[in-house]
């Protein structure tokens, strides 16, 4: 996730911490994320607070991460 993060600040040519919501999918898809779009959608929804169409990037990469967690420790549950 650090590099998708690298990405995003190269992305972000205004310094402002937020990205068009598609130009931040088309990034997570760049940089090979699996995640379904439906999945993205929602954390993008989760996070994106001003409803202007953009996204707070450092925001969906923290939610991005915790779901993965989130995720993670369910499989582990279930297969035990």
């Known amino acids: 996730l650090r590099e998708l993060l690298r ?3 190269d992305a972000d040519t205004e310094g ?16 090979g994320l699996e995640e379904s779009s439906a999945m993205l959608h929602a954390i993008m929804a989760d996070v994106a607070g001003a409803n202007d169409g953009r996204v707070d990037y450092v925001a969906f990469m923290q939610q ?3 779901t993965r967690a989130s995720n993670m420790a369910r499989a582990a549950l279930a297969a035990a």
């Open 16 to 31: 402002s911490g937020r990205l068009h919501s598609a130009q931040l999918l088309t990034c997570c898809r760049m940089h």
């Open 64 to 66: 991005l991460a915790a």
């Open 7 to 9: 990405v995003l600040q």
